[in-house]
C-alpha cells in the first residue's frame, strides 16, 4: 500500500507561482511512477505531470509544458510540481498519484491518490 499526501495548493493571481508537494509512504512507493492530475469544476480528472521512479523521465501535458515543472527526490519520497505562469485555466484540484511502474496518463489506471490540494488562480 502506498500513502500520499499533498501540500502547497492556494490563491495566486495571474502569472503567479506555486509549488505542489506530494509526499509518498509505503514500500514500494520509489518503484512507481507518480503522476500529478488536475480536475476542474464540472470537468473530468486530467493528466498534469509525471515523474518515473528514479526520476530520470519526464512528461508533461501540452497545456502546462514549459510552466510546470516536475521533480523528484527519493531521499524523503517527495514529489513537487513547480508552476509557474499560472493562468485563471489552471484552477482546480491537483491531486498526486502513483501505483503504476510505466507512464499512464489515464487517472482510472492509478490505484493510490491523494486527498488533493486546491489551486485557485485569480485574473
Given at each position: 500500500?502506498?500513502?500520499?499526501?499533498?501540500?502547497?495548493?492556494?490563491?495566486?493571481?495571474?502569472?503567479?507561482?506555486?509549488?505542489?508537494?506530494?509526499?509518498?509512504?509505503?514500500?514500494?512507493?520509489?518503484?512507481?511512477?507518480?503522476?500529478?492530475?488536475?480536475?476542474?469544476?464540472?470537468?473530468?480528472?486530467?493528466?498534469?505531470?509525471?515523474?518515473s521512479s528514479g526520476g530520470s523521465d519526464r512528461?508533461?501535458?501540452?497545456?502546462?509544458?514549459?510552466?510546470?515543472?516536475?521533480?523528484?527526490?527519493?531521499?524523503?519520497?517527495?514529489?513537487?510540481?513547480?508552476?509557474?505562469s499560472l493562468k485563471p485555466e489552471d484552477t482546480?484540484?491537483?491531486?498526486?498519484?502513483?501505483?503504476?511502474?510505466?507512464?499512464?496518463?489515464?487517472?482510472?489506471?492509478?490505484?493510490?491518490w491523494g486527498q488533493g490540494t486546491q489551486v485557485?488562480?485569480?485574473?
Amino acid at each position: 500500500h502506498v500513502n500520499l499526501v499533498e501540500s502547497g495548493g492556494g490563491l495566486v493571481q495571474d502569472g503567479g507561482s506555486l509549488r505542489l508537494s506530494c509526499v509518498g509512504s509505503g514500500r514500494n512507493v520509489k518503484r512507481y511512477y507518480i503522476t500529478w492530475f488536475r480536475q476542474a469544476p464540472g470537468k473530468e480528472r486530467e493528466f498534469v505531470a509525471a515523474i518515473s521512479s528514479g526520476g530520470s523521465d519526464r512528461y508533461y501535458a501540452d497545456s502546462v509544458k514549459g510552466r510546470f515543472t516536475i521533480s523528484r527526490d527519493n531521499a524523503d519520497n517527495t514529489v513537487n510540481l513547480q508552476m509557474n505562469s499560472l493562468k485563471p485555466e489552471d484552477t482546480a484540484v491537483y491531486y498526486c498519484a502513483s501505483g503504476t511502474p510505466t507512464l499512464s496518463t489515464v487517472s482510472r489506471q492509478y490505484v493510490y491518490w491523494g486527498q488533493g490540494t486546491q489551486v485557485t488562480v485569480s485574473s
